[in-house]
């Protein structure tokens, strides 16, 4: 069924707006109706990338539904830029296939797939105007759609985006930001079945990032079109995406949302990625599950759940997050001494040193500091947390 | 502030006085000396007349075979050198890159006189034709015609047509291609509506150079064309240096320079339209 509204979709696409919107919305009421069985948009089955003796990606496997926002999440190099360019077109995989809502894509060239691309930095072309770039896509189509049907899209497209009015503009005579809206009308206003995004957001600076980031979000819960996103900043992701697929040395780590990456890391590598955390390594004493224990430096024992189960014996590490541990004065828990202190505002963020476990972060909330009094780099403290709240985590 | 300007003078002194010398001075003599008359034994005898450049028609010829000649000549480079660049920038993998590129300069390093002495054994009877004729395909004339001073044309000034249209191929973000691409455009559109108009500064700055070149060429056209393929720089060493009318030598000159400053003038207008107005690509 989906498919089918998607067929219609393309046929009708040159049509006007009022039209597509009907369509858009007879899709958002079908999404939910054929969410539990929906197939996915895209798919990557065993696939490969390897540039002689590199490998870029190996065995990567994921279903991607449509509709979602899903992140590739990882450091450079990890392979998130092959897989987004795999879908794209750009580059074809060594091994494996890639899918294209159901139907294999793998020597089908990128000007012939339903898929659009915002590029890294950019890539407008400079001899257009800001109009033409986003004219561009739909000037392509065969039959060629009528002037004004594309000069009326366009203008939809840069209201979408808040640029109205600037379709007569040179490229050049935008600011990065408003290059960033360019790139992105360019690529909605040929309605993909998924939108690609390679790292839009890395040459903005930090306020106009976030703004960006919700702005992009917000497009697309309205297009309902499925955003694929690649990313290095962990913020980005977590804030963003439904999905997070986390990748290192070409592989795929752990799939899952923001909260379980968060809440359930599968690996060490995922928690330190994920948000912040202290790492206590030692050797599982007792592998059970959700009941196992860490022998940590100088006989410390860590209870927590090993989300993944790990062997009695092996080494591993217990990873606790700073908002998971208390500071206080009463001698409760472990003596740890102050060594520094960071005011963020709502809370303040206390690095304090053990004499066995080494230095390790704390979260104190406004509240909790007022109940206790503050700290003072040197002060003596106790630290504590709830027995059992580590996450038992293999090494990788 | 008064001692950096000074400075900035004192650095471009040198340029200054050899364009003063040797360019700014002798146009205004060759524009003095075009009004006026032969001395009785050539040179120069002052005078204010117009007869010289009302005698500008006795070296119709020369003015054709260049007018004819160079612009020809022009995209005959341009025709050979697109796919040459376009194959060195885009395609040539990097260590075979550098290597075609050195090939494309070395004939450089010979002297031009020597080249066209190759080319007119090449061109003359004992060369081409006679192969062609041992063959079977007829004894062409070819040395002493338009076709032979083409030949050396586009020999001696392809380098100077390649360069410039592969440095704008080379510096062209390919990801605009990829872009180009993912919007829906199969790649020989991608090549007419990304490619190409982003390679027009590389092309006129290419034809700019090779034309100004043209019309002022006077050794090709005098060996290959052996006196019979007539340039305005033979004519001009003939006035000047055999029949000694300096006046009328002086005239020729003045035309040419007039039909170059119109040429340059039609090339930036072109060009600031491709570049939309923008002034940084105008030239390189």
Request: glycine letters at 8%; proline letters at 6%.
């Amino acid at each position: 069924m989906q498919f089918v509204v998607y067929t219609l979709n393309g046929v009708f696409s040159t049509l006007n707006y009022k039209s597509r919107h009907i369509l858009r919305v007879m899709e958002s009421n079908l999404k939910s109706a054929t969410e539990a069985k929906a197939t996915p948009i895209a798919e990557l089955r065993d696939a490969s990338k390897h540039y002689g003796a590199v490998v870029a990606a190996q065995g990567l496997n994921l279903s991607i539904r449509p509709g979602e926002f899903l992140s590739f999440l990882g450091p450079s190099g990890c392979g998130k830029t092959t897989a987004l360019r795999m879908l794209a077109g750009f580059e074809a995989p060594t091994s494996g296939e890639i899918l294209l809502d159901g139907q294999r894509v793998n020597d089908v060239p990128p000007h012939q797939r339903p898929v659009n691309m915002v590029f890294q930095h950019y890539a407008l072309f400079p001899h257009l105007t800001v109009a033409q770039n986003i004219a561009y896509g739909l000037r392509q189509r065969r039959p060629r759609p009528a002037a004004a049907e594309i000069a009326r899209a366009v203008d939809q497209a840069l209201e979408t985006v808040r640029l109205p009015g600037f379709g007569p503009r040179r490229i050049w005579e935008m600011s990065g930001g408003q290059q960033q809206r360019v790139a992105l009308a360019r690529a909605i206003v040929n309605q993909p079945k998924i939108l690609l995004l390679d790292e839009p957001m890395a040459a903005l600076d930090k306020k106009l990032r976030r703004d960006m980031q919700i702005e992009l979000q917000t497009l697309q819960r309205s297009l309902g079109i499925t955003f694929i996103l690649v990313t290095h900043d962990q913020e980005e992701a977590l804030s963003m995406s439904d999905r997070i697929c986390i990748m290192r040395g070409g592989r795929i780590v752990q799939v899952g949302s923001p909260r379980d990456l968060y809440d359930r890391p599968a690996s060490r590598y995922v928690a330190d990625f994920v948000g912040k955390s202290n790492f206590f390594p030692g050797q599982v004493a007792t592998s059970s599950g959700e009941g196992t224990v860490l022998a940590a430096a100088g006989g410390h024992r860590i209870a927590g759940t090993a989300p993944v189960e790990i062997a009695a014996g092996r080494t591993a590490s217990a990873s606790l997050r700073p908002e998971q541990i208390a500071l206080h004065r009463k001698a409760d828990g472990l003596p740890v001494t102050v060594v520094n202190r960071i005011f963020l505002g709502e809370h303040t963020e206390y690095l304090v040193r053990h004499a066995d476990l080494g230095e390790f972060l704390v979260l104190v909330s406004r509240q909790a500091e007022a109940a206790e009094g503050g700290f003072d780099p040197g002060d003596s403290a106790h630290a504590s947390w709830a027995d059992g709240a580590a996450l038992i985590l293999a090494d990788d | 502030m008064q001692r950096q300007g000074l400075r900035t003078w004192l650095f471009l002194a040198p340029a200054g006085a050899w364009f003063l010398c040797m360019l700014v001075l002798p146009l205004i003599v060759v524009f003095v000396f075009a009004f006026g008359e032969r001395g009785a034994a050539g040179g120069y005898v002052p005078a204010f007349t117009f007869e010289n450049f009302a005698n500008l028609g006795a070296r119709w010829t020369a003015f054709q075979n260049t007018m004819v000649l160079a612009p020809v000549g022009t995209l005959a480079c341009l025709l050979i050198a697109y796919p040459l660049a376009y194959f060195l920038a885009l395609r040539a993998s990097s260590r075979w890159r550098t290597l075609l590129l050195i090939l494309v300069i070395v004939p450089f390093w010979t002297s031009i006189l020597i080249r066209s002495y190759a080319w007119i054994y090449l061109l003359g009877g004992q060369g081409i034709p006679s192969l062609l004729n041992a063959l079977g395909l007829g004894n062409p004339r070819l040395i002493n015609t338009p076709f032979a001073v083409l030949i050396g044309i586009v020999y001696g000034y392809l380098p100077l047509m390649v360069f410039p249209i592969y440095v704008a191929l080379e510096r062209l973000d390919k990801r605009l291609l990829e872009a180009s691409s993912d919007l829906g455009s199969p790649p020989w559109r991608s090549f007419l509506q990304v490619t190409l108009p982003l390679s027009m500064p590389g092309v006129a700055t290419g034809c700019m150079l090779v034309f100004i070149l043209l019309m002022g060429e006077f050794l090709i056209p005098a060996m290959l064309g052996g006196g019979k393929v007539f340039f305005i720089g033979n004519a001009l060493v003939d006035l000047f240096l055999q029949s000694r009318n300096w006046p009328f030598g002086a005239a020729v000159a003045v035309a040419l320079v007039v039909v170059m400053l119109v040429t340059v003038a039609a090339y930036l207008r072109f060009t600031r339209r491709w570049a939309g107005g923008r002034d940084d690509v105008s030239l390189m």
